[in-house]
Nanobody, 122 residues
Framework: VQLQASGGGLVQAGSSLRLSCAAS????????MGWFRQAPGKEREFVAA????????YYSDSVKGRFTISRDNVKNTVYLQMNSLKPEDTAVYYC????????????????WGQGTLVTVSS
């Protein structure tokens, strides 16, 4: 599967943003999908993930209650709705696909998108 992320930008603290990740191929619904982020000078970290059907979602403690992951298996797209953004959410956000399990660590990821930059100003 090939992934194309979009939707990043520069916003003020407290704002909302929605990221999208479009997948190519007819096997999208067989992949667990997730979002990771990487801030300057830091390691890539897990943000959110969703199972095949979208019925189960997983979040890091730092975004729980503010971010929502969802997927549309007809449109082959996974979304990350980000509300109440904080300056510490500033990072490059990567969508990720896992065939074996829900991608919650880097080693679970089988395919990465190219990343989209989110900058939150205070």
């Amino acid at each position: 599967v090939q992934l194309q992320a979009s939707g990043g930008g520069l916003v003020q603290a407290g704002s909302s943003l929605r990221l999208s990740c479009a997948a190519s191929g007819r096997t999208f619904s067989r992949y667990f999908m997730g979002w990771f982020r990487q801030a300057p000078g830091k390691e890539r970290e897990f943000v959110a993930a969703v199972n095949w059907s979208g019925s189960y979602t997983y979040y890091s403690d730092s975004v729980k209650g503010r971010f929502t992951i969802s997927r549309d298996n007809v449109k082959n797209t996974v979304y990350l709705q980000m509300n109440s953004l904080k300056p510490e959410d500033t990072a490059v956000y990567y969508c990720a696909a896992g065939q074996r399990r829900v991608p919650r660590v880097v080693s679970d990821v089988d395919a990465w998108g190219q990343g989209t930059l989110v900058t939150v100003s205070s």
